[in-house]
Nanobody, 121 residues
Framework: QVQLVESGGGLVQPGGSLRLSCAAS????????MGWYRQAPGKQRELVAA???????NYADSVKGRFTISRDNAKNTVYLQMNSLKPEDTAVYYC???????????????WGQGTQVTVSS
């Protein structure tokens, strides 16, 4: 069994910053990549940022230059530093991990429970 636990969401004013964390635990053999997605009301879930085990990153155009994803491989934890937040960043943010479980020959994707980020004055 694998669990992803997110933390760090909340209410922030436009222009402010938040840092999200997501820790993966359980019967993990190897994590391939971790990332953050978000879903605003009435919209589809979209990729925000992702990072591989080697450190390669990918960002949505809407967050480039404002958000930074990082990862602590030893702790199976991924972070999302969000700066210069805008009202349109308001959404539920979900952590995702693609990984091999112990004893499994193929990777699977796992999701966290989501954390609310609200950007409002």
């Amino acid at each position: 069994q694998v669990q992803l636990v997110e933390s760090g969401g909340g209410l922030v004013q436009p222009g402010g910053s938040l840092r999200l964390s997501c820790a993966a635990s359980g019967s993990i053999f190897r994590i391939i990549s971790m990332g953050w997605y978000r879903q605003a009301p009435g919209k589809q879930r979209e990729l925000v940022a992702a990072i591989t085990s080697s450190g390669s990153t990918n960002y949505a155009d809407s967050v480039k230059g404002r958000f930074t994803i990082s990862r602590d491989n030893a702790k199976n934890t991924v972070y999302l530093q969000m700066n210069s937040l805008k009202p349109e960043d308001t959404a539920v943010y979900y952590c995702n991990a693609d990984l091999y479980r112990i004893g499994s020959g193929w990777p699977n994707g796992y999701w966290g429970q989501g954390t609310q980020v609200t950007v409002s004055s």
